[in-house]
Each structure stands twice: as structure tokens, then as C-alpha cells.
């Protein structure tokens, strides 16, 4: 119940605001009782998440991408490729025996370029799941908006990095924002004209000294069009970019007690090879820690590997993990039961 609360809170404008306050601020974060209590929460969650599988499956279907944002290290990516549907029904299959309700159709790539993608969704709804994807929006004309519809997609998150035109197309490369915007909309019409609640729309905005000063618009302009709006703050892709990121960013704050990540606890991360990595910003699949052609879910979930490398974020010696040396994301441990 908690955790709803925390998400709806979250997901406001003034949520948004008093949450990165106090995530921010050393003085609350590093103060002997908050640190106290959130190592206790920590400590109570890693105990429930240690006896569960993944709450949630992320499948890179296809790794291809028609955009070149400024914020993300895609363009640095010398592999393509897209899942063949043999190994996505196994993965499917494995999730169904192991109880896994939530599966994300995306990773590191534009889920609408997979033209397999309707067919996938079909495979895991008969299985049972609640489905939901990461888009760009731009290619979601109103063939795709009727078809995801009827698909019984549960939720669609789409990238709009932009209150202005101008702003839109600085961040996303390659991208029209005019084009971009009456997707979405269009999307919201279908679902109206057809009398269904799902896909739920949820607009995500990474906030960035570029489009910083429009995220109040951005509030005002969709909060009564869509289900939800995330702001989140821009990480370095565990070292792969240099963009400076904005001052008020938590990810960007020196000297805070860094803490385990609830990733590598709560999140599978598959790519389109069927190779499970690390997290969500293990883009280049850096570190692998098993593989789903020949592993089940359990096998790698319970691997040695992964409680390595758990066992290093609970002694916080994450010097010992290359990828995690370079990242800066700080995730948020109230958000999770």
C-alpha cells in the first residue's frame, strides 16, 4: 500500500519536486537517522527479494533505434540484432513456471521497429502476463495505436523529452515533434473511440539543463491527457556518457553514502541474443551473468554470478564490479516492497 502511495506521489509535479529535495540533500541523506532507517528498509526488502524470482522481465526484442539522443550511448553500439521467436517463447514459458506476472518488451532499443512485436504480445497475454514498453512514440501512427490496443497491451511509457518543438528535437535526435505529439494523442483517441482503459500512457521526460526550464509546462500540458508522467533524472550510463547532468540531480551529488542497487534484486534484464546482463544500463552487455539458451530463469536468477555480485553491493564494495565502478544511478528503495 505504501509503495502505491509513493508511486502516485511520485508521479505529481510537486512529488517530484520535494522527493529530489530530500534525495538530494546530504544533510537528510547522510543524517544518522535516515541512514539508520533506510538501511533497515533495505536490509527488510533484500530479505523478501532474496526468496522471490524477478518481479519483472525486461526483453530486448530488438535492439535497433531510429533516433540519436544526446543523453544515451546508443550510437556507440557495433552489434544489431532481433530475438528469434523460438528463444522469446522459451523465455515466455520459463516466466509462466516461474510465477512472473510482469514482462517489459523493451531494452535499449524502439520496440516498434520489431515487427514481430504483435506477436510476442499476443504469446505472453495468453500466458498470463501484464505487458508493458518503452517507446519514442514516433513511429505509433494510427495502425499501430488500434493494433496495440486490441493486442490487450497493458501500459506504454513514451520518451517525450520536450515541452517545445525546438527543445524535442535538440534532445531527440532525428525525431519530429509535431509527429511525435499526435501520436500520443492519436493513441489517447483510439482508446476513447474504442472504450478501453489499456494501454494505460505514461510520458517520461528526462530532465536535463536543456529542457529543465520547460518541465512546468510540460506538467500543465499532459496531466489531464495521460495516466502518468515521470520526470527522472539523467544518469552517465555507467560511464558511457559525459553529458553534464543538471546541479539538482541526485545521481550527480558528491559525497553521498552510496547504497546497494534494488536492481540487481527486483529486475532480469535479457538482450535480443538472449544473454542476461547485469541492469538497465548495461547497454553493451558488459557483463553478462547467464544465459537464456541455454539456462531457465532460476538458474541464472540464483546463480552464482548474480550473488557475487550482490554480495559486493551488501558490503558496498562496488569497486569490485566494473560496471557499477562507473555508475552514478542512485536507485530509491522506498519505491519497492
Known amino acids: 500500500m505504501l509503495t502505491k502511495i509513493l508511486h502516485k506521489i511520485r508521479g505529481k509535479e510537486l512529488g517530484y519536486k520535494v522527493g529530489r529535495r530530500i534525495l538530494s540533500s546530504k544533510f537528510i541523506v547522510n543524517n544518522k537517522i535516515y541512514d539508520s532507517m533506510y538501511n533497515k528498509k533495505i536490509d527488510k526488502t533484500i530479505k523478501k527479494m532474496e526468496k522471490r524470482y524477478p518481479v519483472s522481465v525486461h526483453i530486448a526484442s530488438s535492439n535497433y533505434c531510429n533516433s540519436s539522443c544526446i543523453m544515451c550511448p546508443h550510437s556507440k553500439l557495433k552489434k544489431f540484432g532481433v530475438m528469434n521467436m523460438e528463444l522469446y517463447k522459451k523465455i515466455i514459458d520459463d516466466c509462466e513456471k516461474s510465477k512472473i506476472k510482469e514482462l517489459v518488451l523493451s531494452f535499449f532499443g524502439e520496440p516498434l521497429l520489431d515487427k514481430s512485436l504483435l506477436e ?6 495468453e500466458r498470463g502476463m501484464n505487458i508493458g514498453f518503452s517507446s519514442n512514440g514516433s513511429m505509433l501512427n494510427e495502425k499501430w495505436a488500434r493494433d496495440l490496443i486490441e493486442s490487450g497491451l497493458d501500459s506504454i511509457t513514451i520518451s517525450l523529452d520536450g515541452y517545445s518543438k525546438e527543445t524535442y528535437e535538440k534532445i531527440r535526435r532525428g525525431l519530429k515533434f509535431e509527429v511525435t505529439k499526435r501520436n500520443i494523442l492519436g493513441l489517447v483517441e483510439m482508446k476513447k473511440m474504442l472504450n478501453r482503459q489499456n494501454p494505460s500512457v505514461n510520458l517520461v521526460l528526462v530532465e536535463m539543463k ?11 500540458e499532459w496531466k489531464n491527457r495521460v495516466e502518468g508522467i515521470n520526470i527522472i533524472n539523467m544518469r552517465n550510463w ?65 546463480g552464482d554470478k548474480l550473488n557475487k555480485i550482490r554480495n559486493f553491493h551488501k558490503s558496498k564494495e562496488f569497486y569490485n564490479i566494473p560496471l557499477c565502478s562507473k555508475c552514478n544511478k542512485k536507485t530509491v528503495w522506498w519505491l519497492f516492497d
Open 120 to 125: 510476442r504480445i499476443k504469446y505472453a497475454k
Open 210 to 220: 536543456e529542457n529543465q526550464k520547460e518541465i512546468k509546462k510540460f506538467y500543465e
Open 238 to 302: 555507467a560511464g558511457a556518457i559525459e553529458k553534464e547532468t543538471t546541479p539538482e540531480s541526485f545521481h550527480s551529488k558528491k559525497g553521498m553514502k552510496r547504497k546497494p542497487c534494488v536492481s540487481v534484486w527486483t529486475e532480469m534484464y535479457v538482450d535480443w541474443e538472449g544473454k542476461v546482463v547485469l541492469c538497465c544500463d548495461d547497454w553493451n552487455s558488459s557483463t553478462v551473468i547467464g544465459d537464456l539458451n541455454t539456462q531457465s530463469i532460476e538458474e541464472v536468477w540464483k
